[in-house]
């Protein structure tokens, strides 16, 4: 395939196995991360030996139009091009509404929407000079029926929504495809950090009973970046819940 793909926040958990899955087809892979800098090196190394694909390592805050600037232009000169951007980075800082601190609200916000917001504002100039262009932005259930205490996650995530349909109709023209990847709970990532009386409570309401599987994720999102039968599908909420939300 050789296309160059950019998974923001995929040191670990989730954005990791995209990185992996895409490592696996061919792609050129920059891994994004912020502060974890010793799981995005054994991520790195864990694709160069299992798949021996190229792999850039970027350290960039999303929420920092100046470092995600830097990013995009470090991968220009190393990769010459952007095909393909994951916006997958994500954080949580819970708290009821009430009692919850502005700073908690800030910094969820800039994240996880205005981060996918500038990764996309600047990778999209490259993608439609060249004509092309796959864009999946990763959201959750969450922002679709909302939980106790997080209201600023839930908010965010739930903008993606509006955010992925708005930008795909912007870019439809250019081949430019954005769509959106709702997740329920997941076996990697923030699901395996939540309490267990949690992780248990959500797996009873979950008509599958059981919890989604890395691969159910990373198989989609690799489709509808890479098969031809996916060039059709663009502004999509796509859910991956197991019926959580239906």
């Keep these: 395939m050789k296309k160059v793909c950019i998974v923001t926040g995929s040191?670990?958990?989730?954005?990791?196995?995209?990185?992996?899955?895409?490592?696996k087809e061919g792609a050129r892979i920059v891994i994004n991360y912020c502060s974890h800098d010793a799981d995005a090196r054994e991520t790195a190394d864990e694709i160069t030996k299992q798949?021996?694909?190229?792999?850039?390592?970027?350290?960039?805050?999303?929420?920092k139009e100046e470092e995600v600037i830097e990013m995009i232009k470090n991968?220009?000169?190393r990769f010459g091009t952007v095909d393909i951007?994951?916006?997958n980075a994500g954080i949580h800082k819970d708290s009821m509404?009430?009692?919850?601190?502005?700073?908690?609200?800030?910094?969820?916000?800039?994240?996880?929407?205005?981060?996918?917001?500038?990764?996309?504002?600047?990778?999209?100039?490259?993608?439609?000079?060249?004509?092309?262009?796959?864009?999946?932005?990763i959201s959750s259930v969450v922002g679709q029926i909302g939980t106790f205490g997080t209201c600023n996650?839930?908010?965010?995530?739930?903008?993606l929504f509006g955010?992925?349909?708005?930008?795909?109709?912007?870019?439809?023209?250019?081949?430019?495809?954005?769509?959106?990847?709702?997740?329920?709970?997941?076996?990697?990532g923030m699901n395996l950090r939540l309490p267990e009386e949690i992780r248990q409570k959500a797996l009873q309401d979950i008509p599958m009973k059981r919890f989604g599987k890395i691969g159910e994720v990373t198989d989609l999102v690799v489709f509808l970046c890479t098969s031809e039968a996916s060039s059709y599908i663009t502004g999509q909420v796509i859910h991956i819940n197991g019926g959580y939300y239906m």
């Design 153 to 159: 996650y839930a908010a965010s995530k739930s903008g």
């Design 97 to 137: 509404v009430w009692k919850m601190n502005s700073s908690f609200w800030n910094e969820v916000m800039s994240t996880n929407l205005t981060g996918a917001f500038l990764c996309t504002k600047h990778v999209l100039p490259i993608m439609r000079e060249k004509l092309w262009g796959r864009i999946v932005n």
């Design 163 to 188: 955010f992925t349909k708005g930008v795909a109709k912007e870019v439809a023209d250019k081949n430019i495809t954005v769509n959106c990847v709702a997740l329920g709970y997941i076996d990697a």
């Design 11 to 23: 040191s670990r958990g989730i954005g990791k196995g995209i990185a992996m899955a895409f490592a």
């Design 75 to 77: 991968i220009k000169d």
């Design 85 to 87: 951007l994951i916006n």
């Design 51 to 63: 798949h021996h694909a190229e792999v850039e390592i970027v350290k960039a805050d999303v929420s």
